[in-house]
Structure formats: C-alpha cells, structure tokens
C-alpha cells in the first residue's frame, strides 16, 4: 500500500488529536501574549508605516497587519525545536478570519492549537542548514496560517492537505535583512500568516494544492534544505500540542540570546562595581550564526547581539527596551569587545531541544564567576507564572497606547469559556 504524502499524515494527526479545557487555557495565554505584540508594535517606526499604508488604502489584510505588528519588538513566543515563532502568525491568521465569521473563542483557540501544530512540526523538520538562510517564521509559518484557517473553515481531510501543499509553495523569507536592519522580518510574519489563510479559504473552494508539496522532487525539502528530518513531522503523535512546549520571551530581543541573558544577569549582583577583565559565552552554533555581532551600529542589530546582550546584563543588571537605543550601546562600548564567543558542548549537542550557554566573568583580582543555564527563562522548564504572562502583556498594551489592558487581557484569558465571544481588537486607528 502506497504511504501517504507527508502533507496527509500531519492532517490526520492533526485532525485525530483531543483537545482538552488545558490546551485551551495555554492557547489563550499564547493569544495574550501575541495580541499584546500586537498591539505594542504600533509604537514603533516600523508600525507606523504599516498603520499608514494599511489607513491609505494598502491591499494587505488584516492577517498581513496582526502579524507584522506582532513580530515587531522581539517580545513575541518562539518554538525551539523548530526555530519557529508561531504566535506571530498563527494567531494573526486565525483571528482574522474568526473575526470575519464570527466566531467563538473556544473555536478560535482550537485553530490556534491547529495552527501551532502544523508550523512547528513542518519547523523541526526542515533541518539545521535551512536555517542559515531561510528565516523558519516565514518559511514554515505558511502551513501554522493553513491550519489555524482549516479548522475555522471545517475543511475535510483532502482540503487540509490542500491547503498545506499551497501554504508552503508560497514560502519564503530570507536573513539578509539582518546586514542592514531592514525591516524586513515584519513583512515575514504578516506574509507568511496571510499566505496560509489565502491557502485555507482557496481549499475550501476546492482549489488543490500538491500534497507532496514537502517530500516531493521539486518541493519544500528538495528546494530549500540541504538536511531535512521528514520524520519529524509525524514524530510522537501523541506528545502534547506545540503550544505547550512553546518559549515565552522576557527580554525584548532575539530568542538566542536569552540563556546568556539569564546567566548574565544571575552574575550582575556579584560583578558590579569590579573591573571586568574578560567575559566568556559558550552556547550552541545558531546562537552564534544568528547573534554573534560585537559592534552592533542600530537598535535592531544590538537585539540581535550576544555580545551587547551580556555586557549590559552583567553592567546594568536588567534587559528592557532601554536596553539597545544609541545611550545604551555607547555605555556598553567598553565592556563589549570583552566578551568572547564560542560554540561548545554540551550546549551545541543539545540544540534544538534544548538552548542554553555558559557565561564566565574573570575580574580584575583574578577571581571567576559563572553561571549556566540549560534552559532559559520562559521557556517550558522554567515557565513564565500566570501573574508574569499578564504582567508582560500589560507592558506591551500600555507601550502601544492601549491605556487601560486589563478588560482585553480580561476578555482573552476567557476565551475558553462555553460560548465566550472574541474580543474586538483595535490596533491604532485600524480594527
């Protein structure tokens, strides 16, 4: 008997897994946190224009904008296995097509579910090497965008893996952005949660798509990974959904950098005030592929710098948005070429599954502080608390001009409930 296309199987496996009250209430947390980027990243340059061009008439829907937005400040959710930031896209694509049908919250959480799902499976299988070149947010996010909008849309096994063979034949989204700060890595997000929904919504008009759109001759795999793991996919069916096992951010810059952050700021209290001679991290190679930059010139390059991360953790004791603007990166111009990188085990081993690193201060006495971290701070071992998740999310509301977040953040975290409606949402001057 023929096997069935990859595509087909993560339908079914979709398709057959139970949701219970528990994955709901984490995929509301999940949409909180999302939203809230959502809704901070209208304060910023980049979502200005988006806000504008959207008010002047631009031809992006509304998935595009949520999910631009939400990808803006780097405080977004983040999938370690498959190096995919789902909440940036899937909830996007599943509340703007909720929106237009009105449909419930517990629906609307169960697509999210869905959509977590197929983006991180299709994510852990496209291999390390496609990372170097291919940004997996908007690679694989397509496929997340496809199967949130499967289950709004009630799509049947066969228009599901429609859907997907014309999510991922429309992905894409490369690192070069990274050489000038552009702002490319907002249009990934909004594209790519777009791209799966004009995918879904065409599926249900029997519109085919190819369902070996991954393990084909001249598909996803052949196309754009040199290593893919196909069998990750449909590894461990019954292990819980994706969204239990996705990061949450604390520190408003890029994922890799957070478990030196961590380390860094355990050392803070014990190194300040000492003169510093030299700071070692050792970490796993895509840290370093992604954030190893030891004169960042922007903003956006210093979130995207190990070696600025750690010196102002170590010197300031704290990461907030004050930590990367011009003031910051001159107070750290000292200390900075400091810290020297490397790749090193047991951190490179274990990535994917796991990203940690090691930071070493050697003060001016010769004394030598570390610390370790094998996990960072958000992520499912060492979770954000509730309290934490709300916290954070007030912050985000409150940067974006949202003046009072508790009845939004109230009326999210109900969403579980029996026939709970979704909350209307505004983004500037755009609902």
Same mark, same amino acid.
């Given at each position: 008997m023929t096997r069935p296309a990859l595509a087909r199987q993560l339908v079914r496996?979709?398709?057959?897994?139970?949701?219970?009250?528990?994955?709901?209430? %984490?995929?509301?947390?999940?949409? =909180?946190?999302?939203?809230?980027?959502?809704?901070?990243g209208v304060n910023s340059a980049a979502g200005a224009k988006l806000i504008a061009a959207q008010a002047g008439g631009?031809?992006?829907?509304?998935?595009?904008?949520?999910?631009?937005?939400?990808?803006? @400040?780097?405080?977004?959710?983040?999938h370690r296995a498959s190096v995919v930031h789902p909440g940036c896209v899937v909830v996007p694509a599943a509340w703007a097509l909720a929106e237009r049908r009105g449909a419930s919250g517990r629906e609307t959480l169960r697509a999210i579910?869905?959509?977590?799902?197929?983006?991180?499976?299709?994510?852990?299988?496209?291999?390390?090497?496609?990372?170097?070149?291919?940004?997996?947010?908007?690679t694989c996010g397509p496929f997340g965008g496809a199967g949130a909008g499967a289950a709004l849309l009630d799509l049947d096994e066969t228009q599901f893996a429609w859907a997907l063979g014309n999510?991922?034949?429309?992905?894409?989204? =490369?690192?070069?952005?990274?050489?000038?700060?552009?702002?490319?890595? @907002?249009?990934?997000?909004?594209?790519?949660?777009? %791209?799966?929904?004009?995918?879904?919504?065409?599926?249900?008009?029997d519109f085919t798509g190819p369902e070996t759109i991954l393990e084909g001759a001249k598909g996803f795999y052949a196309g754009l990974c040199p290593d893919p793991v196909p069998e990750a996919v449909t590894a461990d069916p019954d292990a819980p959904w994706a969204a239990h096992l996705t990061s949450i951010k604390p520190w408003p810059c890029c994922r890799h950098t957070h478990p030196a952050i961590d380390a860094a700021l355990e050392l803070s209290a014990r190194t300040a005030g000492r003169a510093i001679e030299s700071v070692s991290v050792a970490t796993y190679q895509a840290a370093l592929d992604v954030c190893d930059r030891d004169r960042p010139e922007t903003e956006y390059q210093a979130k995207f710098s190990l070696q600025h991360c750690v010196a102002a953790?170590?010197?300031?004791?704290?990461?907030?948005?004050?930590?990367?603007?011009? %003031?910051?990166?001159?107070?750290?111009?000292?200390?900075?070429?400091?810290?020297r990188l490397e790749a090193a085990d047991p951190w490179r081993s274990a990535y994917p599954a796991h990203w940690g690193a090691r930071v070493e201060a050697v003060l001016g006495d010769g004394t030598r502080l570390a610390a370790t971290r094998t996990d960072a701070k958000g992520d499912p071992e060492a979770p954000l608390s509730r309290a934490e998740m709300i916290a954070k999310a007030e912050m985000l509301m409150r940067l974006g001009g949202l003046a009072q977040p508790a009845? =939004?953040?109230?009326?999210?975290?109900?969403?579980?409930?029996?026939?709970?409606p979704l909350p209307a949402l505004m983004l500037g001057t755009v609902r």
């Open positions: 496996l979709i398709q057959s897994k139970p949701v219970a009250e528990a994955d709901l209430e %984490a995929a509301a947390l999940l949409t =909180l946190d999302a939203l809230a980027n959502a809704v901070a631009a031809p992006f829907g509304r998935a595009f904008l949520i999910g631009a937005l939400t990808h803006i @400040h780097e405080t977004d959710d983040l579910l869905w959509g977590f799902e197929a983006a991180c499976r299709v994510g852990a299988s496209v291999g390390p090497a496609h990372y170097r070149i291919w940004h997996n947010t908007a999510a991922g034949t429309q992905a894409s989204g =490369l690192w070069e952005f990274m050489a000038s700060s552009a702002m490319s890595k @907002h249009l990934h997000a909004g594209r790519a949660a777009e %791209a799966g929904l004009v995918a879904a919504e065409l599926a249900a008009q953790a170590l010197s300031e004791g704290r990461i907030d948005f004050a930590s990367f603007d011009a %003031a910051a990166r001159a107070r750290q111009s000292n200390l900075r070429p400091l810290v009845p =939004l953040i109230e009326a999210i975290l109900a969403m579980p409930g029996e026939d709970a």
